[in-house]
């Protein structure tokens, strides 16, 4: 079966609008993902330097935060300034043929700006407003601010990362605003569908503190089992064993041998076959208990051999195994290549701009990156005019600073 690269394709999304309000990672990677699926998402910015992420940086790429670019593909930028009557006013306007709004201001900010979910529901009933928050809108820390590793750390995810041993480490990506932005996406469709029964929009949040949590799947089922508190294990499983990196001579693998069928015919790939009857590792509750002892007697076999050696052997054998690779041969690596992964597009000033490409590949409604981020501003006029906004109107909006432009 062939990957959905066939143009002219209609996207799932198409005839979604979206107004994104929110700026840095959580939020604008929902909208992202929206975008993709063929949503028309309009990035609301500030008029003082517009999304905070476009400063963040190096590296810049001709003058352009690549963290910015990163996120912000195949959007559309207006500037309104929410402080002046007339910038709320067009957001106002804006949310009447809208059906998602996303913000991820601290909580009650939007409320005293006259644009919360209860005065926009008025306008428009069907709306559907996403809330992103720190620690969620109620509760004893709704009114703190939140960050990626402040989440990571309270829910629990810092106290076993790592090594046994080593001080506190977050995970290398920042999976709370990450997975924050995946629950945003997942909460907003879900009651788009609702709505498509019902005709009704409704609000909902998400926290980054909640969606950090909801991924120690593994290690708060085993705490409410056994009341134990989980440790860092540096690459191996928590429940199956061997499912870890082990070492060879040139390096470390990672190898998948969690149930009994692999890890029998992993011992029969290196050679090592009375491994399977040793009475500590006759099943996978004994091989977690020796996990260790375990280690140790598999790399002194391996670390006789190299990484390509073993990769080709244990391929051959059926037992799942990989590289453990860098981001240069992560983009050079033919499966990666070949599945599209890699999708550059033309940015006004920073020239090519290579995107990871689409992970969720649609065969019949094809999502796809179209168009790179916008400049700030970029489309103030092309979404105003959109909403019945004469040009002499947005004129004197961008010369009273209600508006801005690029």
């Known amino acids: 079966m062939e990957l959905p690269i066939a143009p002219g394709m209609p996207e799932a999304l198409s005839g979604m609008k979206v107004l994104d309000c929110s700026q840095i990672l959580a939020g604008p990677f929902c909208s992202m993902l929206l975008a993709d699926m063929g949503a028309d998402v309009v990035k609301i910015e500030k008029p003082t330097g517009g999304d905070d992420t476009r400063r963040m940086g190096p590296p810049f790429i001709g003058g352009e935060s690549a963290a910015f670019l990163a996120m912000n593909r195949n959007k559309r930028s207006v500037v309104l300034n929410f402080k002046d009557a007339g910038g709320v006013d067009a957001m106002k306007r804006l949310v009447k043929d809208a059906d998602v709004v996303i913000e991820n201001y601290r909580s009650g900010v939007m409320e005293r700006l006259g644009l919360g979910y209860d005065t926009l529901s008025e306008i428009n009933p069907a709306l559907i407003y996403c809330s992103i928050s720190g620690f969620g809108r109620t509760g004893p820390y709704a009114k703190r ?91 191996a499983h928590r429940l199956s064993a061997p499912y870890q990196a082990l070492k060879t001579s040139d390096g470390f693998i990672n190898i998948g041998a969690p149930n009994q069928s692999n890890f029998e015919r992993l011992c029969h790939a290196i050679g090592r076959p009375e491994l399977i009857e040793r009475e500590e590792y006759i099943d996978n509750a004994g091989r977690l208990t020796h996990r260790e002892q375990l280690e140790h007697d598999l790399e002194e076999t391996m670390t006789q051999q190299s990484r390509a050696h073993w990769l080709k052997v244990l391929e051959e054998a059926g037992v799942p195994a990989g590289p453990i690779l860098d981001m240069s041969e992560v983009w050079a690596d033919p499966q990666v290549v070949e599945r599209g992964m890699d999708a550059p597009v033309e940015h006004p000033t920073a020239g090519t701009v290579r995107n990871i490409g689409l992970a969720a590949k649609l065969y019949s409604t094809p999502g796809k990156i179209y168009g790179p981020a916008p400049l700030l501003g970029e489309h103030t006029n092309e979404v105003l005019e959109e909403a019945g906004y004469s040009t002499d109107a947005i004129a004197e909006m961008v010369s009273d600073g209600a508006a801005g432009t690029s």
């Open 145 to 235: 601010a939140g960050f990626d590793l402040v989440a990571q750390g309270m829910s629990g995810l810092m106290s076993f990362t790592g090594v046994p041993g080593s001080p506190p480490v977050k995970v290398g990506v920042p999976m709370a605003d990450l997975n924050a932005g995946m629950f945003a996406t997942y909460g907003i469709l879900t009651a788009y569908i609702n709505r498509l029964k019902t005709g009704k929009g409704q609000y909902l949040e998400v926290s980054l503190l909640e969606s950090a949590l909801a991924y120690t799947v593994w290690e708060s089922s085993s705490y409410f089992a056994t009341g134990n508190v989980p440790e860092p294990l540096g690459s």
